[in-house]
């Protein structure tokens, strides 16, 4: 039993001041992702059976193009956020917590990157 008072034990252990950021972000990435996943597979419904010419064509519109790439950048950011709160919560090795966080980071950006890189090549008839 510790003789030491509730505050004394707490003292030092409270927030990290970046919690709620991260929650705000997470739940703002949610919400934008909404009316992009919709848009997204109203699209996606409307180009079966399409080929490559006419998935070029419809991407060569800047409204289809910005949007792809808005639901692209969306779509990585949230899921990099989520998947850091579960490495933080489920990994409690400090340098292989650190590891793990640096690589997926690294690999939400490069692919997150390549796609809107892919986006933009399709969309100027690359």
Known sequence: MSMTNPLARVRGL??????????IVQRMTAVALVPLTLWFVVSLISLIGADLAAIKSWLSSPFNAVMMILTLIAGFHHAQLGLQVVIEDYI???????????IM???????????????????FGG
């Open 14 to 23: 409270g927030s990290a001041k970046e919690g709620t950021h991260h929650w």
């Open 92 to 102: 409690h090795g400090h340098g292989m917590k650190l590891a793990t966080l640096w």
């Open 105 to 123: 980071k690294g690999a939400a950006f490069f692919f997150g990157a390549a796609s809107v890189f892919s986006v933009i090549k399709l969309s």
